[in-house]
Nanobody
């Protein structure tokens, strides 16, 4: 059974930083490495939005709202992904999820990020 487990969220003041982690299980290495790992976020009553993604080789893409502040990375050997979030803003408040495109309907519990003074 494929699972995604996100962690590292919390309450932080504007300008602060958090590092999110995504642990996967049940995904064979060749599948994990076949596509980009992605981070999404969702706020109540809104659709989940793509925040960042990173390919096996390290090519990263970011939503305009987080460019220059967030850095996505991955560990192919351990089949994990990370999201370093710096200079956080109140509008970054959301539940953050990771996902692999081979399993588009499988979602973890997410990790809550709250940016509030």
């Amino acid at each position: 059974q494929v699972r995604f487990v996100e962690s590292g969220g919390g309450l932080v003041q504007p300008g602060g930083s958090l590092r999110l982690s995504c642990k996967t299980s049940g995904i064979i290495t060749s599948v994990f490495n076949s596509a980009a790992m992605a981070w999404y976020r969702q706020v109540p009553d809104k659709q989940r939005e793509l925040v960042a993604s990173i390919t096996k080789s390290g090519t990263a893409n970011y939503a305009d709202a987080v460019k220059g502040r967030f850095t996505v990375s991955r560990d192919n050997a351990q089949k994990k992904a990370y999201l370093q979030m710096n200079n956080l803003k109140p509008e970054d408040t959301a539940v953050y999820y990771c996902n692999h495109p081979a399993y588009p309907t499988t979602w973890g519990q997410g990790t809550q990020v709250t940016v509030n003074s």
